[in-house]
């Protein structure tokens, strides 16, 4: 029983690195795609009004950098626990993809 909740730990934790991994590159190309059509905005002489609210939009984006690569951070010192507690699991499928996205991973 014990065996099969550490594989399913080991799925999950995975999932939960993976995900926060791409989170992260999406918030991070949001930024820079948001500051480029700032820049753009400002050089058409668009309206006040638009160009504030973008820039309201591009500062959440950049708020959301920081809080993701913390919680990404977290998942993958969780994983890497998770790893060393059950290297006896390391010919299982599970325990080799947690690695190898831990190995792909880098905060």
Known sequence: ????DNKRQLKIRTGVVKRLSK???MYEQEVTDGEAKLVEMK???????????????VAESKAMVPDCRNR??????DLDILLEDNTSM??????KAAQEMRETVSI
């Open 72 to 77: 990404l951070r977290k998942a993958v010192q």
């Open 43 to 57: 050089e058409a002489k668009k309206d006040e009004y638009d160009i504030r609210k973008y820039t309201e939009v």
């Open 1 to 4: 029983m014990a065996a099969a």
């Open 90 to 95: 390391s010919g299982e499928a599970e325990y």
């Open 23 to 25: 989170e992260l590159v």
